[in-house]
Every structure is written in structure tokens, then in C-alpha cells.
């Protein structure tokens, strides 16, 4: 298994910034794929975005052009900038980590969540 914990959720009000960071150890951390998903309540998991380990950066259409996702190989973490807030991205937030080895072999690994509330 490889470790993942997250931080910097929070409750803020709507318009405003939160950082989420989930940092890996016991990991290469630079062969992974990284990703952020989120899940509401009373609705399944989704995904939100995700950069690949040579850096290439993938975002769900909700939060296009609000959340930046990056990552820090020598620290191995991951970060979810998330700009001007809505009500609808409450959810807890879910770390991934993701590696395809040969023979079709994959990792996959969660963090424990986050709890972002957005709300006025």
C-alpha cells in the first residue's frame, strides 16, 4: 500500500480559495499518475482532476478553469488549487494514486479524504 493523506480541507464561504495537498510516502512518486476526486452526499464519486507523471493536467468540465491541480516530485505531493468556490463542489475529497505496470498490472491507491464545505 501506498500511504496518501490529505489536508487543507475546510468550510469557507462561496467566491473564496481553499489548497487541498496529499502528500505519498513509501511510494516512487514520480511513476504515479495523481488525482483528485470528490463525492457528495448522496452521490457517487466523481472525478475532478488529474495530472500525470510526466505532468500533463486533466479536469472535469465542472471545474474547469477554477481548480489547478500540480505536483511536487520532491516533496511527493500533489496539490488542488480550488478558486471561486460554488456551493455545489461540497463534497469530501479523495487523493489517487494510479500506475500501470507491464502486463496490464495496475496500483491504485486512495487517501482518506477531506471535507470541503462551501456555504454562505
Known amino acids: 500500500q501506498v500511504p496518501l493523506v490529505e489536508v487543507g480541507g475546510g468550510l469557507v464561504q462561496p467566491g473564496e480559495s481553499l489548497r487541498l495537498s496529499c502528500a505519498a510516502s513509501?511510494?516512487?512518486?514520480?511513476?504515479?499518475?495523481m488525482g483528485w476526486y470528490r463525492q457528495a452526499p448522496g452521490k457517487q464519486r466523481e472525478f475532478v482532476a488529474a495530472?500525470?507523471?510526466?505532468?500533463?493536467?486533466n479536469y472535469a468540465d465542472s471545474v474547469k478553469g477554477r481548480f489547478t491541480i500540480s505536483r511536487d516530485n520532491a516533496e511527493n505531493t500533489v496539490y488542488l488549487q480550488m478558486n471561486s468556490l460554488k456551493p455545489e463542489d461540497t463534497a469530501v475529497y479523495y487523493c489517487h494514486a494510479h500506475y500501470e505496470a507491464e502486463r496490464g498490472y495496475q496500483y491504485d491507491y486512495w487517501g482518506q479524504g477531506t471535507q470541503v464545505t462551501v456555504s454562505s
Open positions: 495530472i500525470t507523471s510526466g505532468g500533463s493536467t
Open positions: 513509501g511510494t516512487i512518486f514520480s511513476i504515479y499518475n
